[in-house]
Structure formats: structure tokens, C-alpha cells
Nanobody, 126 residues
Framework: VQLVESGGGLAQPGGSLRLSCATS????????IGWIRQAPGKEREWISC????????LHAASVMGRFTTHRDSARSTVALQMNSLKPEDTAVYYC????????????????????WGQGTQVTVSS
């Protein structure tokens, strides 16, 4: 099982980045995919979930209206488009897979996620 994040880096406040999560080794179409981030000195924070059936994704209030999540079943990848970035978005961003396959009020629970990537660093600074 592999989840590999890419696309992180340095962005200016107000800028954009697009993260990608490439997956392999498990039935992608059966799993929901979440994005979770961890800022220095803080606990992991759930930020988005997209279901196995690609129903409208859910986003945390802290990123709603700025971040969007997209799923490509043909490529077994999930993208996180991040716009209007703020310094407080600085964190390591992880993608993770949830066998439940759906997203809901429970998606914020980090323990739901079965498989994790290694993370990609996003730094927002001028």
C-alpha cells in the first residue's frame, strides 16, 4: 500500500498550491481519501474528505471556500487545490485512506484512516 503526496513547497500569502496524492496497492475506488495537516507544535487537523463514489467533498471550516478536493479514479489520485493561502496554513500535509468509503460528520476522526502517506511540507510566508 502506498500513498505519496507531492506538490508542496513555499508559497506567498494569497498564493496557491496544488497537492497531489498518488495511491497504489489497495482498491482506490473502495476508499474515501482524506487530507490531514499538522502544523509545528500542534495536533493533526483534518481538512478534507472525498468519498469513494466522488460525492461532493467535505472541508473543514478553516479551509472552506479556499481549498477544494478532486478525485481522479482513472489515475488513482486525489488533488488538494489550495487557494488564498495564509501563513496559518503552514504545515505538513498528509493524504490518508478510509475503508468506510464515505465522508460525514465522523471524517474528522484521525483514527478512521487506515493508510497514510509520508506527508509534504507546505510553507506560506512572504
Amino acid at each position: 500500500v502506498q500513498l505519496v503526496e507531492s506538490g508542496g513547497g513555499l508559497a506567498q500569502p494569497g498564493g496557491s498550491l496544488r497537492l497531489s496524492c498518488a495511491t497504489s496497492g489497495f482498491p482506490f475506488d473502495a476508499y474515501a481519501i482524506g487530507w490531514i495537516r499538522q502544523a509545528p507544535g500542534k495536533e493533526r487537523e483534518w481538512i478534507s474528505c472525498i468519498s469513494a463514489r466522488n460525492v461532493k467533498p467535505l472541508h473543514a471550516a478553516s479551509v472552506m471556500g479556499r481549498f477544494t478536493t478532486h478525485r481522479d479514479s482513472a489515475r488513482s489520485t486525489v488533488a488538494l487545490q489550495m487557494n488564498s493561502l495564509k501563513p496559518e496554513d503552514t504545515a505538513v500535509y498528509y493524504c490518508a485512506a478510509d475503508i468506510q468509503g464515505t465522508c460525514g460528520s465522523y471524517s474528522w476522526r484521525i483514527s478512521n484512516y487506515n493508510f497514510w502517506g509520508q506527508g509534504t511540507q507546505v510553507t506560506v510566508s512572504s
